[in-house]
């Protein structure tokens, strides 16, 4: 019964051993393309933010706990502020930044690969002033003549935004002494007396500012012509400080503040894995979605209000929303099937030529347990022609045996049934040679016998 149970319509056993070559190419072909065409997002990103107790860096710090959900490691790198962070973005030391609008502009950021992931919050030019007794408040720029001004450290937003707003004023550039402090040295400074004022540009929730909005002694610098500077400058928007924003009990301010905004946009490198810039979008809509001091809710984050030309995934996503499988699943798992579409592509361009290759493989590999016996059947053959006149009966005893020998492996050899006709017809040929050489045998043994 194990015998019978050996011949069957179909060996899998075979089948495994055609197709297994064919299996693992097409595996390792999917493989290959699901790794180098579309790899997996790195588990690290670096982050360029901003100065010591600057908005950047708190929103720095909010973003690495967001991604850090999804198991992604957000690097902070601390700079002078938005030039430098422009800076470490083109030098590749930096993966995405945050960059204020104005400080480069579409064809400097195509130029060196570079584009927005959206605008994300105002941040207003802030001039603090020192008042001092019996001098009149400062109402124009023209008034700085003279003055000690911290401009903001090298590589930072302000310095270059405030110059460009003196010379709208007709200030050269050496009428102000210009200090380049980073923020909060500049502060200390201001507060002990030793400078007139400082500048930086930042969202209100930086802790500086809120500190200096409550200092007494230090005041606020209105910009009256706030609408005139946005038309001078395209960059800049209009932006009120209401009256009693800071503190309605102490009403603090006093009054309504004019002042000028660009805006701080999420900038990264055009290198920069597509399921990452999905996430920092997605992050950023949930940081600063609220209302706030100059915005409204849901103003922010948003593809308007930037230079810098727009990634197509974010912008799809400000109009769309996240992507459908982001919505129901986790990071990782939806970015797993976004990318399986390489891996279909790869499996279509290999199986269906390989399809092809495989059956023929599988016929050859059955055929060929019978077919390599027709050699051993012609090596006895060509024994039995060429065998010595006088060694004639002992070499066709000799191959007799080995007939009976090849006999006895080809009874063995199991094959399916629909080839069976192959292994029937090798028996038949097998006992055709017998016949032949006993034809042989029996025509040589009178001859043997005659005496000389």
């Excluded at 083109?90 to 995405?96: E, H, L, S, T």
């Excluded at 500049?186 to 507060?191: H, K, N, S």
Aim: charged share 20%.
């Amino acid at each position: 019964m194990s015998k019978i149970l050996k011949f069957t319509q179909f060996s899998v056993r075979d089948l495994i051993v055609t197709a297994a070559p064919t299996i693992l190419l097409i595996v390792g072909a999917c493989l290959l393309a699901y790794w180098l065409v579309d790899p997996a997002p790195p588990r690290t990103v670096r982050l360029a933010t901003g100065q010591e107790n600057s908005a950047y860096e708190e929103f720095g710090k909010k973003y690495a706990t967001a991604l850090a959900k999804h198991g992604i490691k957000v690097e902070l790198i601390p700079s002078a502020g938005s030039g430098d962070n422009l800076r470490l973005l083109k030098d590749g030391k930096a993966d995405i930044a945050f960059v204020q609008s104005g400080s480069t502009n579409e064809e400097a950021a195509e130029r060196e690969g570079l584009s927005s992931l959206g605008s994300l919050f105002v941040e207003p030019l802030w001039l603090f002033l020192r008042e001092t007794k019996g001098q009149p408040p400062i109402t124009q720029l023209t008034q700085l003549r003279g003055k000690k001004i911290n401009y903001g450290p090298r590589g930072a937003g302000a310095p270059r935004l405030f110059r460009q707003v003196l010379e709208l004023n007709g200030v050269e550039k050496g009428e102000v002494e210009r200090f380049s402090l980073a923020n909060t040295p500049a502060t200390v400074e201001l507060l002990e007396g030793r400078i007139d004022g400082l500048v930086f540009t930042s969202a209100p929730e930086a802790p500086l500012i809120q500190m200096l909005l409550q200092t007494p002694g230090i005041k606020l610098f209105n910009f009256s012509q706030a609408e005139a500077y946005a038309r001078k400058l395209p960059f800049l928007t209009h932006v009120v400080l209401p009256q009693g924003i800071v503190d309605l009990g102490r009403n603090i301010p006093a009054e309504n503040y004019n002042l000028i905004a660009p805006t701080a946009t999420l900038v990264a490198r055009d290198n920069l894995h597509p399921a990452l810039m999905d996430l920092f979008v997605q992050s950023a809509s949930a940081i600063h979605s609220g209302a706030g001091w100059f915005q409204q809710q849901g103003q922010f984050p948003s593809a308007k209000y930037t230079e810098i030309p727009v990634d197509e995934d974010a912008a799809k996503f400000y109009k769309n929303g996240p992507p459908f499988l982001q919505r129901y699943m986790t990071f990782w798992l939806a970015n797993f099937f976004d990318r399986m579409w390489v891996v279909v592509v790869a499996l279509g361009a290999l199986i269906l030529p390989l399809s092809k290759v495989v059956p023929p493989l599988y016929v050859w590999r059955i055929r060929s347990r019978v077919y390599r016996w027709y050699g051993q059947l012609r090596a006895v053959e060509q024994r039995v022609e060429e065998a010595p006149e006088a060694t004639r009966m002992q070499v066709y005893e000799e191959q007799l045996t080995r007939l009976n020998q090849i006999e006895e492996l080809v009874n063995q050899v199991s094959i399916p049934l629909s080839f069976a006709d192959g292994l029937y017809g090798l028996r038949s040929h097998i006992q055709f040679v017998r016949k032949r050489i006993q034809f042989l045998t029996a025509e040589a043994a009178p001859s043997e016998a005659v005496p000389v």
